[in-house]
């Protein structure tokens, strides 16, 4: 099984949706983060949590928003979609920091 | 301001030699960490090497090396003997403080010819 899990991997949905993106690792680490990335951007932080109940606002939190109710989840909700947030969206995951490990990623298109 | 600036939009290299991708950073803490990922087509990114600001000896992981100089405030990523299968999206990243939060630069795309 893979350690870290996305679901789902490709997300179509329209303007002013209500999305929610998961993810889902196994190794029970405490650090968990969400990033997206747009052609000439790199990655950039959306939302991150250091455990259960905590969750911090990232470089490009506007829209989006994250929960902790355990530790190996941290879904990503899109409380109202635009256009803007058509992107590729990574989960990460680590305990120390000398190490982050990523989701496969979710391809999600915003019409 | 913190910043990773990746130069080199594209880089072609010959299979079987070493290559060097440029990464500098910007940072005013004195305990962060340097990262570098592979993207390939595929999409997903995988983890290479780590670099941590008190680290003496520059990281190495198998054919990756990291050739820190923190004074010039850089971290390139050296790929040796590179084979097809390294032709991909290079990622440098930074993680400042400690916190776990990365900035990543833009990327370098890296081609190996055959």
């Known amino acids: 099984d893979a350690e870290i899990t996305q679901s789902p991997r490709h997300k179509i949905t329209e303007t002013g949706r209500q999305v929610t993106l998961a993810c889902h690792q196994i190794w029970n680490h405490n650090n968990m983060f969400w990033y997206r990335q747009d052609l000439g951007h790199g990655l950039r932080l959306i939302h991150y949590?250091?455990?259960?109940?905590?969750?911090n606002k990232g470089e490009v939190s506007d829209g989006y928003s994250v929960s902790r109710s355990n530790t190996e989840d941290l879904p990503l909700t899109l409380e109202s979609a635009a256009s803007s947030q058509t992107s590729v969206y990574f989960c990460a995951s680590g305990t120390q920091w000398n190490e982050q490990f990523f989701g496969p990623g979710t391809r999600l298109t915003v019409l | 301001a913190q910043k990773i600036t990746q130069t080199q939009p594209g880089m072609f290299v010959q299979e079987k030699e070493a290559v060097t991708l440029d990464c500098t950073y910007d940072?005013?803490?004195?305990?962060?960490?340097l990262f570098w990922y592979k993207q390939p087509s595929s999409g997903e990114m995988i983890f290479l090497i780590y670099q941590g600001s008190y680290d003496e000896q520059n990281a190495t992981e198998g054919r990756y090396s990291l050739n820190f100089q923190k004074a010039r405030k850089s971290a390139n990523l050296v790929i040796s003997a590179s084979q097809l299968g390294d032709s991909a999206m290079y990622f440098c990243a930074m993680d400042s403080s400690n916190t776990g939060k990365l900035i990543f630069g833009q990327g370098t795309t890296l081609q190996v010819k055959p």
């Open positions: 940072t005013s803490d004195q305990s962060y960490g």
């Open positions: 949590s250091y455990g259960v109940h905590d969750t």
